[in-house]
């Protein structure tokens, strides 16, 4: 196997566990949270796909599917555009309202174009800085890691919250 395959698989592994759990879920029981301080599946899946978005589009040097694909728009957030949810307040979390068609058509988008970055990914290339705010410098290993683990926990998050409303 492939580094690139096993990266491929390892997001496709996400994009089912996000498609469980939205699939079926009206508005409502998206946009429901457990606590006033805690994240809805909305806001989770939203939150994980644009990290995916924001974080993948910075290390290939393509720019956001978010942007570039229309669905800042589409989503009708009343968020800046480059807002990947990080930090975001009980108050900003509860302005993701955003129904499952929204949802998963926002996140098979950054999903069809992180496969397709992912595919030229060679292990070679897995050395290659890609952000130098840190110390030592992230390099594009250590940051699809970094995405995957993300992606993972906010994924597992939302189908904890999703049970709690069952």
């Known amino acids: 196997m492939k580094t690139?395959?096993?990266?491929?698989?390892a997001h496709s592994r996400i994009q089912e566990?996000?498609?469980d759990v939205v699939q079926g879920l009206d508005d409502k029981s998206l946009a429901t949270r457990p606590g006033e301080t805690a994240n809805s599946i909305a806001?989770?899946?939203w939150h994980l796909t644009r990290v995916q978005d924001d974080h993948l589009a910075?290390?290939?040097g393509y720019e956001q599917?978010?942007?570039?694909?229309?669905?800042h728009e589409r989503l009708g957030l009343p968020l800046e555009p480059a807002d990947t949810g990080y930090a975001h307040?009980?108050?900003?979390v509860?302005?993701?309202?955003?129904?499952?068609?929204?949802?998963l058509g926002y996140y098979d988008a950054v999903h069809a174009r992180t496969v397709e970055f992912l595919e030229s990914v060679t292990d070679e290339g897995l050395d290659r800085i890609v952000d130098r705010r840190w110390n030592p410098p992230v390099t594009l290993g250590v940051r699809l890691v970094s995405v995957i683990n993300d992606c993972d926990q906010h994924a597992g998050q939302a189908a904890?919250?999703?049970?709690l409303l069952s």
């Open 160 to 163: 904890y919250v999703k049970g």
């Open 43 to 45: 806001w989770l899946v």
């Open 58 to 60: 910075d290390a290939g």
């Open 17 to 19: 566990v996000v498609h």
């Open 4 to 9: 690139s395959e096993l990266l491929i698989d």
């Open 65 to 71: 599917v978010h942007t570039a694909g229309g669905w």
């Open 89 to 92: 307040t009980p108050e900003q």
């Open 94 to 103: 509860a302005l993701v309202q955003l129904s499952a068609e929204q949802l």
